[in-house]
């Protein structure tokens, strides 16, 4: 088995993201590996009936890089305590599309990331950032999942 040096776990600071932090973490640990903790802002889409009073379309895609920023400084903080090497950036683009890339241009051996449990016809109707990441990833996938309250 290669040795996994860098892994990549994208986060859309849900709570699922939590609990795929944890997996990683303890990867990390024990194959002394660096994370690599992103955020994708996706590109804003507006109906023509919607008007846009108070902000434009940069001022609002700026002010979700200053809110991705500051929610990665708590990761950080986390991550600083669990005393694991890591990465942040925020990303621009299509969410799978952004993590495929970013994998292949930082040498990713492995990518942890959260499942949503959203079922089938969800799915059908807008497709998975985690589906299509396992489907294209150049690297191994874990995709990590909590159990819906009952099972």
């Keep these: 088995m290669k040795k996994i040096k860098n892994i990549l776990v994208p986060t859309d600071f849900s709570e699922t993201f939590n609990h795929t932090l ?3 973490v303890e990867i990390a640990k024990s194959m002394d590996a660096t ?3 992103i955020h994708v802002i996706e590109p804003i ?3 023509s009936d919607i008007v846009m009073t108070k902000y434009g379309l940069d001022e609002l895609r ?3 890089e ?3 920023k ?7 903080a986390l991550l600083n305590e669990k005393e694991v090497p890591f990465i942040t950036e925020v990303l621009n683009g299509k969410a799978n599309e952004e993590i495929l890339n970013y994998a292949d241009r930082n040498h990713i051996d492995m990518i942890c990331i959260a499942t949503h449990g959203q079922g089938h016809f969800e799915n059908f109707l807008f497709g998975s950032t985690t589906e299509k990441v396992l489907r294209k990833a150049n690297c191994p996938v874990l995709a990590v999942r909590i159990k819906n309250k009952g099972e």
């Design 22 to 24: 944890n997996y990683a």
């Design 35 to 37: 994370l690599h903790i």
């Design 45 to 47: 889409v507006f109906s």
């Design 62 to 64: 700026n002010e979700l």
């Design 66 to 68: 200053i809110y991705a």
């Design 70 to 76: 500051k929610d990665l400084e708590k990761i950080t």
